[in-house]
């Protein structure tokens, strides 16, 4: 859009060009395959352009396009691609800057999914290694010759552990890598990646971009024209693309972001502060509360904070916890989350920590704070904790 606006009013615009369709607000969707051209001379100069013209369905219609323009100006990046899933974006990424023979570093606390793609990367000789996320610039000690890529996820998944982006980024640079980062928590809100040394931030635009619950769509952002080549091609090659459907609910989703974040926001400091205060919770992993590995980090580089954290049991049955989570009746039970709806999971981490280890008394549940009444998401866990002490 033109001139200097602020955020708050671009997001709300950007993408939208009602001038090139007869007045619409919204980008239609444009559903296609077959492209077809009048000439043999409008095919080839098609073809040449492939990645900027409506030259066939997999390589972007103009409701991708406009999702991509949308992205690309909330995230502050050049310029963005959307794949069909977060994780798809996460692999088109990694594909983009490594070859065999080369060395990755993943933060421990990656996304389950991310960390299981290490397995294939070694297939192709693209050896991986795990580091602590708290390591910061000491990164620098893990960084190898053949190093291409430092991988980020800030928070960390399920335990939400805050990294130093700029140290790490800093110590990255110096060795010649690309820094990526699963920037999904912040859901393009709360975090910029590009002022903190990024190279390529990632959306599973699944959870709060798209934020209703019904799609999956991933978006990758490059800071500058030649890492979106790299992108951009790489996902061409992998035959990746996002359904037209659901670029434009997405599309449509984003322009909501800013109000529902606000409100994830609000709702999640609410139930975080008022689960520190009870007696069953041994720790709350939110990381703006001051009991999060990295809360420091998050006052001096994050905006604000999205819905989604975890918190720690006393040590307590493994049936008491059950008979909590089954007999939720607002909170629901399930894995992905940015979405309206409040959710509540029991998750592990022990099993998928290699660089460092989880250690806890009791068992961690993920809560994701959705779009409901607060006080009845309060009171829907006061009956939780009944159960859990054994009194339901
Ligand atoms: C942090 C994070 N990154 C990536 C993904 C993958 O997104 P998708 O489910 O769209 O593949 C998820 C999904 O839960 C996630 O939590």
Redesign the pocket.
Known sequence: MKGNRRRETRIVHVGSHPEKFRGVMNPPVYRASTVVFPTVAALREASKNRFDTVYYGRHGTPTSFALEEAMADLEGGHRSVAVC????A?TVALMAFLKSGDHVLLADTV?D??RRVAQFLDTLGIATSFYDPMIGGAIADLMRPNTKVVFT?SPG?LTFEVQDIPAIAKAAHAAGAKVLL?N??AGGHFFKPFDHGVDISIQ?A??YIAGHADV???LVTAKNENDWHALKTQSALMGYCASPDDCYLTLRGLKTLDVRMERHQETGLLLANWLAKRSEVATVLHPALPSCPGHDVWKRDFTGSSGLFSIVLNEVAAARVEAMLDGMEIFAMG???GGFESLMIPANPTSIRTATKWQSAGPLLRLHAGQEDPEDLIADLEAGFARLGGAA
């Open positions: 899933s977060g994780l798809a996460i996304y999914p991310s996820e998944s699963d999904t928590w599973a699944t959870k999956m769509i991933g894995f992905s989350w």
